[in-house]
């Protein structure tokens, strides 16, 4: 397997559109990386580049530290599974496997052997003689994947393979292909919109919006160290809750005012925002952070709002409650031991500890 590397990346499609702009990334043999974010960000164009489906407008691209820029997508070393999974629907699911194989003239006995030891690998060695549109959605995407490992390429690449599939087969093709990188010890880059997939898949998230890297990090880091409100709002579901207000002082202790409550900021943070005192700032909480004050033993008065339910979804172990302020709406992720009922006025407990702040103007972390 290999590493690749992208050095000051960027893709201009005529007259003036930028899809990919300035991005570096370098993706380590053997690693996991998910290329994630919203509709149009140019994660899929970077993927297209690093495939050689796209041409580089500038920068340049390295697999297995060799220089890719002007190398033709066949002899990159690399596979590629499309979201349409893109099969011959003329040939048996043994020959789509097969024919890149047959292409470049491998032996029979090889090519035998490398599709049924995939076919195992994937489970489908009793469909290798039937067409595609005799399988399953998940089916076909399994074929997909066979085909791209017969191949036995130095770099995987997939571009939202699960799209297409119900969302019980999403979970379970996840699943799948977690274990398949497992097996394979293999360098993959993969490309998906949905956030759960990328926090559950990838070894680090490459988390992209309107053509730049905004965050490159794992999951986790992601979730609880985001370097900007956009980072923030796209890591998490429900997405974190964003609320506008200003820091004040009280004696000598800081609170977040909203304009209908004030909750105590931690000691922690008094050092990144004493220079926003007085001063409008995004305060951001996750909706798992928010909890019925009366289900905390010792509560601490400081960190209770006044909300009344506007919405109640019920989600089996929990419930997301949709409240509001006079000022403002926010979502709290709560365990179903009540079950509460709208427009009701509840007291609910922020773990202030867990929360964030947000420059208004340039969106960027403060603490």
Do not use: W
């Amino acid at each position: 397997m290999a590493s690749v590397n992208l050095k000051k990346v960027t893709k201009v499609f005529p007259p003036d559109v930028v899809a990919v702009e300035d991005a570096t990334l370098d993706v380590q043999d053997k690693e996991f990386v998910v290329l994630v974010g919203p509709s149009g960000c140019g994660k899929s164009t970077t993927l297209r580049m690093i495939a050689g489906l796209e041409e580089v407008t500038n920068g340049q691209i390295y697999i297995d530290e060799r220089l890719v820029n002007d190398v033709p997508p066949k002899d990159r070393d690399i596979a590629m599974v499309f979201q349409n999974y893109a099969l011959y629907p003329h040939m048996t699911v043994y020959k789509n496997m097969a024919f890149g194989l047959m292409l470049r003239k491998y032996p029979k006995a090889e090519i035998e052997r490398r599709v049924k030891e995939a076919a195992q690998i994937l489970g489908i060695e009793r469909l290798l003689d039937r067409k595609p549109k005799a399988l399953s959605g998940g089916e076909r995407q399994r074929v997909a994947v066979g085909r791209a490992i017969v191949r036995k390429p130095k770099v995987f690449l997939l571009d939202e393979p699960l799209s297409n599939l119900d969302a019980k087969m999403r979970v379970q093709m996840r699943a799948e292909i977690s274990k398949l990188h497992q097996r394979l010890a293999a360098t993959m880059v993969y490309v998906t919109h949905d956030q759960t997939e990328a926090m559950t898949m990838g070894d680090r998230l490459v988390l992209m919006k309107d053509g730049r890297l905004q965050q490159i990090a794992d999951p986790l880091t992601l979730y609880n160290s985001p370097v900007n409100k956009f980072v923030a709002g796209f890591i998490g579901s429900p997405p974190m809750n964003f609320i506008d207000g200003t820091l004040i002082k009280r004696d000598s202790t800081l609170y977040f005012d909203e304009g209908t409550f004030q909750v105590k900021v931690p000691e922690r943070m008094y050092a990144a925002l004493s220079k926003y005192l007085g001063k409008k700032v995004t305060f951001g909480i996750r909706p798992e952070d928010i909890e019925n004050a009366a289900d905390i033993p010792n509560v601490d008065p400081d960190c209770i709002v006044k909300a009344r339910i506007e919405v109640v979804e019920p989600m089996g172990s929990e419930i997301y409650l949709y409240l509001a302020t006079k000022i403002n709406t926010f979502i709290a992720r709560v365990a179903a031991k009540h079950e509460p009922s709208v427009n009701e006025e509840h007291m609910m407990a922020l773990t202030m500890d867990k929360s964030h702040f947000f420059d208004m103007d340039t969106e960027e972390t403060i603490v």
